[in-house]
C-alpha cells in the first residue's frame, strides 16, 4: 500500500484545515507576488522571508516598479536573506517581464523557465500556484514525502528530473485547481510534517497510505547528504561584506571592509568574488559601492 493519486482529497482536506496562514498564499496575491515569494524562499526559512516580501510588495508591487529600482536599491532591500545575486536576478526577470510581457508574469512553464534566473522549480510553482495549473512541483520536501510514501524509503536519495516529476505528476488529479491544491499540501506536508529529521508521523493526515510505515520504517540506504554549513564560509564573508555596504549611503574604503574577517586571503577572494557577481562596484577612486550608487 502506498500513497496515489486516490489520496488527492485527504490531503487538500488536511491543507484546507493545518495550513500555515502566509501572505502569498492569499487569494488576491498576484503572480508577482507569488513569484517573488518562491525566489524568497529558496533555501531561506518562511519566518525570515515574510517581513521581506510585505516590504518588497508595498515597494514593488508589479514588476516595472522593481525594474526601475537601482541595483543597490534591490540589494538593501533584500537585507539578510542570503544568496544576493537571486535579487538581482528577479530584478532582471522584472526588467524582461515590464519590457516584454506588459508588465504581468508569464503564465506557460516555458516562457517562466525563458526569464532570467527562473528555474525549474520556480517556473512551475508559479504555473500551480498563481495560475492553478495541474502542473507537478518538485522541491527537497516533495522529493522527500514521495520517497516515503510512495516508495517506502527512508529518505530521498540523489534527484532526478524526470523521475521525480514523474512520481509528482502520478499524485495529481485531472481537475487543474485540485491539482494545485495537492501540489501545495505535498509542499506543506513535507515543511511541517514529513520533516528530515523526525517526521510527525502520528500527525500524518496519510498514514495509514504511508508505504514506509508498511515497510516497517525502513533506514535511509542512499548516498550520504552534504551537511550545509555557514560559519566560515565564503558565504558568511560574502554576507558580512554586503553588510557595510549595505549600512552607509557612501562608498567605503577597502579598511573598512577589512576589519570584517582577519583571514586576508579568504576576505580579498570573496570581495573579488563580489565583483564578478556585479553585487559591489568599486568606484573611480578605489572605494567601493553596492551597484550603480557611484561611478
Ligand atoms: S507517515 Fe510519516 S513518513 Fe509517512 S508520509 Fe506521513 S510523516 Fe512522512
Not at 577612486?285 to 553596492?290: I, N, P, S
Amino acid at each position: 500500500m502506498s500513497l496515489d493519486v486516490s489520496d488527492a482529497d485527504v490531503l487538500t482536506d488536511w491543507f484546507a484545515r493545518t495550513a500555515r496562514v502566509l501572505p502569498w498564499r492569499h487569494p488576491d496575491t498576484s503572480a508577482w507576488g507569488v513569484l517573488v515569494s518562491e525566489i524568497m524562499l529558496q533555501q531561506t526559512p518562511v519566518a525570515r522571508v515574510e517581513p521581506s516580501w510585505l516590504d518588497w510588495m508595498t515597494r514593488w508591487p508589479v514588476p516595472s516598479a522593481l525594474a526601475a529600482a537601482t541595483p543597490a536599491e534591490v540589494l538593501r532591500a533584500w537585507g539578510k536573506l542570503g544568496y544576493p545575486r537571486r535579487a538581482l536576478r528577479l530584478r532582471d526577470a522584472a526588467t524582461v517581464i515590464a519590457a516584454d510581457h506588459g508588465d504581468v508574469v508569464p503564465s506557460d512553464v516555458d516562457t517562466l523557465l525563458s526569464l532570467p534566473g527562473i528555474g525549474a522549480y520556480t517556473a512551475r510553482a508559479v504555473a500551480a500556484f498563481a495560475y492553478r495549473q495541474r502542473c507537478p512541483v518538485v522541491d527537497t520536501n516533495v522529493r522527500r514525502v514521495i520517497a516515503r510514501a510512495v516508495h517506502g524509503a527512508g529518505d530521498a536519495g540523489p534527484a532526478s528530473t524526470t523521475r521525480d516529476l514523474a512520481d509528482a505528476d502520478a499524485l495529481l488529479p485531472a481537475d487543474p485547481e485540485t491539482a494545485a491544491q495537492v501540489s501545495i499540501a505535498l509542499m506543506e506536508l513535507g515543511a511541517l510534517v514529513c520533516v528530515a529529521r523526525g517526521p510527525r508521523c502520528a500527525d500524518c493526515p496519510v498514514f495509514d497510505r504511508c508505504a514506509w510505515q508498511h515497510n516497517g520504517r525502513p533506514a535511509y540506504a542512499g548516498p550520504a547528504k552534504p551537511v550545509q554549513k555557514f560559519a566560515g564560509t565564503d558565504r558568511q564573508v560574502r554576507g558580512l561584506l554586503l553588510d557595510v555596504l549595505r549600512g552607509t549611503e557612501t562608498p567605503v574604503t577597502k579598511a573598512r571592509l577589512d576589519v570584517v574577517w582577519s583571514d586576508a586571503g579568504q576576505r580579498d577572494k570573496c570581495l573579488d568574488s563580489l565583483l564578478v557577481d556585479g553585487l559591489v562596484e568599486q568606484t573611480v577612486d578605489g572605494r567601493f559601492a553596492l551597484p550603480g550608487e557611484h561611478r
